[in-house]
């Protein structure tokens, strides 16, 4: 069974930047596309970005062009890069497949972004 853990969350203000990574389990990491989501309070989750096993890339449009995802297959690790944050990015932020989301939830990284 797949687990995911995220990390780099953090309080940042408006403008500012962060970078998450998810460290995934297992040996299947490298074919999988893979997604990060997000769930900002009384909200349902929603996919922020995709990127396939050839590292094609699909945004979200609140976030595109702020916001650039990757991944290391030989560490087994998806990054986000999240430039020029808004109060609006506040979350929680996920990894998990996609389209189909199969690996059991991680438990997150808060991400908030106020002054």
């Known amino acids: 069974q797949v687990q995911l853990v995220e990390s780099g969350g953090d309080l940042v203000q408006p403008g500012g930047s962060l970078r998450l990574s998810c460290v995934a389990s297992g040996n299947i990491f490298s074919i999988v596309t893979m997604g990060w989501y997000r769930q900002a309070p009384g909200k349902e989750r929603e996919l922020v970005a995709r990127i396939t096993s050839g590292s094609s890339t699909n945004y979200a449009g609140s976030v595109k062009g702020r916001f650039t995802i990757s991944r290391d297959n030989a560490k087994n690790t998806l990054y986000l890069q999240m430039n020029s944050l808004k109060p609006e990015d506040t979350a929680v932020y996920y990894c998990?497949?996609?389209?189909?989301?199969?690996?059991?939830w991680g438990q997150g990284t808060q991400v908030t972004v106020s002054s």
């Open positions: 998990n497949a996609y389209p189909s989301q199969w690996a059991s």
